[in-house]
Nanobody
Framework: QVQLVESGGGLVQAGGSLRLSCVAS????????MGWFRQAPGKEREFLAA????????YYAESVKGRFTISRDNVKNTVTLQMNSLKPEDAAVYYC?????????????????WGQGTQVTVSS
């Protein structure tokens, strides 16, 4: 079992930045591919970014490529999502997720554990 706790959400103006963090506990963090997703009201959960177990490879959705950066610290059991140039359409609940696999996934159903989410609101 892995427990994930996100933090760092909040209200930001369009064009601003936020840094989300997710702390994992319960199992060996480096066994897990980590991902970030978001879900806006009335929409499906959307893949944003994922990072390999070692942190050497990262993957992004086209909608956030060049604006968001995922990183991880396998000593601190933390994965972060740096979000720059935020837009009103980025407003959503943001979730981190863990996948017990060597293969990075882009689909929500591929992930085994989820955090409770953190709200991001972007004002125009």
């Amino acid at each position: 079992q892995v427990q994930l706790v996100e933090s760092g959400g909040g209200l930001v103006q369009a064009g601003g930045s936020l840094r989300l963090s997710c702390v994992a506990s319960g199992r060996t963090f480096s066994w897990y591919v980590m991902g970030w997703f978001r879900q806006a009201p009335g929409k499906e959960r959307e893949f944003l970014a994922a990072i390999s177990r070692s942190g050497s490879n990262s993957y992004y959705a086209e909608s956030v490529k060049g604006r968001f950066t995922i990183s991880r610290d396998n000593v601190k059991n933390t994965v972060t999502l740096q979000m720059n140039s935020l837009k009103p359409e980025d407003a959503a609940v943001y979730y981190c997720a863990a996948r017990h696999s060597m293969v990075v996934g882009r689909n929500a159903y591929e992930y085994d554990y989820w955090g409770q989410g953190t709200q991001v609101t972007v004002s125009s």
